[in-house]
């Protein structure tokens, strides 16, 4: 296979000793499967993209992880914990963090009451944890008593990722997060993504921005009609010219 071909779901291999392991899931809505037989690994510390046509059920497999859908067969592990059963409301105890694509915020409630809301596990509120979303959005400490409602696009989408990163997720979901945001805000999005990352978290994304994800992250998978096409890394999926021409537009 030269440089310039992606591997096919079908030749991948699976990583030895995943975060998260995704295996042979069929998964939907109701009596509706979105997915069929998908496979997907994310390691410890890695930032993977799931990329794909509008309907490839890309956002189905971040809801699947977290528990947002009815799952029909296969199976979910979480560093080690079969989850694929579990309830939303639990992954957060096994250390996930979820940004949904949209109503991502509290809008009436202040920013800082948001930030206090994504540590309502604790028995004590985290004032570093608050201390290191600050230390990394800033603007979140200037606007803390403003209504979540009253802020930017952007500004949500911090605070959104702020909230889920009040307890140190070791895995952060992200389901299209530039959906929305003007196009002057979505390279500093993403560099901020990026540092979360470098910091140590595990990034899952899906993300619509496809040649921009797949340019930042370790490895992409190519969902098609809620199957796996595609597993490689951003870099030789990008180099793929059937993946450019069939999904990121040439």
Do not use: W
Not at 62 to 76: H, N, P
Not at 233 to 242: F, I, Q, R, T, V
């Amino acid at each position: 296979m030269s440089d310039a071909e992606a591997t096919s779901a079908a030749d991948a291999s699976p990583l030895d000793d995943p975060l998260l392991s995704v295996r042979d899931l069929d998964a939907g809505y109701g009596d509706l499967q979105i997915l069929t037989d998908v496979d997907l690994d994310v390691g410890d510390g890695e930032y993977v993209t799931v990329v794909g046509p509008n309907g490839a059920g890309k956002s189905t497999v971040m809801k699947s992880v977290f528990g947002l859908t009815r799952v029909f067969d296969g199976r979910i592990t979480f560093d080690g914990t079969d989850i694929t059963d579990e309830p939303a409301e639990s992954m957060v105890h096994h250390g996930l963090g979820y940004v949904p694509q949209s109503e991502n915020v509290f809008a009436g409630l202040s920013v800082r009451e948001n930030l206090e809301m994504g540590a309502y596990v604790r028995d004590e509120f985290p004032e570093e944890a608050l201390e290191a979303v600050y230390d990394r959005f800033p603007i979140l400490e200037e606007r803390e008593g403003q209504r979540a409602g009253t802020l930017s696009g952007g500004q949500q989408q911090m605070l959104a990722m702020g909230r889920a990163l009040m307890l140190d997720p070791d895995l952060l979901l992200l389901d299209e997060p530039s959906a929305g945001l003007a196009p002057d805000l979505v390279d500093d999005l993403f560099d901020r993504i990026d540092a979360i990352n470098e910091g140590g978290t595990a990034i899952l994304m899906v993300e619509q921005n496809a040649k921009e994800a797949l340019r930042r992250c370790d490895r992409g998978y190519v969902l098609v009609q809620g199957e796996n096409r595609f597993v490689d890394s951003g870099e030789a999926l990008l180099a793929d010219e059937s993946v450019r021409q069939q999904f990121l537009g040439g």
